[in-house]
């Protein structure tokens, strides 16, 4: 079984930078690149939202919340995805989780344990 194991996170003040990451263990490493990864976030009171995703061809897509200022990037070598953050703000307080969705076999997704970030001065 497949499992993310998410790291990085931790809290920092308003306009400060982090950075998450994502490693799938249990992976062949030759099937990451059929994988989208991709950026969620759980912020306080609200549903788990859409904040990017990264394709193995090295294209990507961000919510317009965090356009901008949000990054996300991978290593297929590594089979790991990055999320670096940029000019975070207090609202940018959630848990992140990254998810992998193969991109023919609807079953093989999976989610990371989620990582908490917190932006407060």
């Known amino acids: 079984q497949v499992q993310l194991v998410e790291s990085g996170g931790g809290s920092v003040q308003p306009g400060g930078s982090l950075r998450v990451s994502c490693r799938a263990s249990?992976?062949?490493?030759?099937?990451?690149?059929?994988?989208?990864t991709s950026w969620y976030r759980k912020r306080p009171g609200l549903e788990r939202e859409f904040i990017a995703r990264?394709?193995?061809?090295?294209?990507?897509d961000y919510a317009d919340a965090v356009k901008g200022r949000f990054s996300a990037s991978r290593d297929n070598s590594r089979k790991t995805v990055y999320l670096q953050m940029n000019a975070l703000q207090p609202e940018d307080t959630a848990v992140y989780y990254c998810n992998f969705n193969h991109s023919t076999i609807q079953s093989y997704s999976y989610w990371g344990q989620g990582i908490q970030v917190t932006v407060s001065s």
């Open positions: 990264a394709t193995s061809s090295g294209s990507t």
């Open positions: 249990r992976m062949i490493t030759s099937t990451f690149w059929q994988y989208i």
